[in-house]
Nanobody, 115 residues
Framework: QVQLVESGGGSVQPGGSLRLSCASS????????MGWYRQAPGKQRELVAT???????NYADSVKGRFTISRDKTKNTVYLQMTSLKPEDTAVYHC?????????WGQGTQVTVSS
């Protein structure tokens, strides 16, 4: 079955950077769309960024200009480069992948931004 393996989470100071990785067990070309979501305590799950099969990207207004979603098809990996991190970015980040009517999820990785 499809497996999405995430890495790169951690703890950083405000203004710092992190790069999250999401490695798929198969070709990422088999997905219509991939993306990153986050959920902080007491908040609803929020869509952070998506990238389509054709390479089109979309971002939440709260991260636009600071985060970049990208992919490396040779590595079957999608990335989320996060810069200028703020305490409000603290959350569990999940990778997702859509194939037809199905959505697959990674295990989640914690990102903590604090002084």
């Amino acid at each position: 079955q499809v497996q999405l393996v995430e890495s790169g989470g951690g703890s950083v100071q405000p203004g710092g950077s992190l790069r999250l990785s999401c490695a798929s067990s198969g070709s990422i070309d088999s997905f219509n769309r991939m993306g990153w979501y986050r959920q902080a305590p007491g908040k609803q799950r929020e869509l952070v960024a998506t990238i389509s099969y054709s390479g089109n990207t979309n971002y939440a207004d709260s991260v636009k200009g600071r985060f970049t979603i990208s992919r490396d098809k040779t590595k079957n990996t999608v990335y989320l480069q996060m810069t200028s991190l703020k305490p409000e970015d603290t959350a569990v980040y999940h990778c997702s992948a859509d194939r037809g009517p199905l959505t697959y999820w990674g295990q989640g990785t914690q990102v903590t931004v604090s002084s």
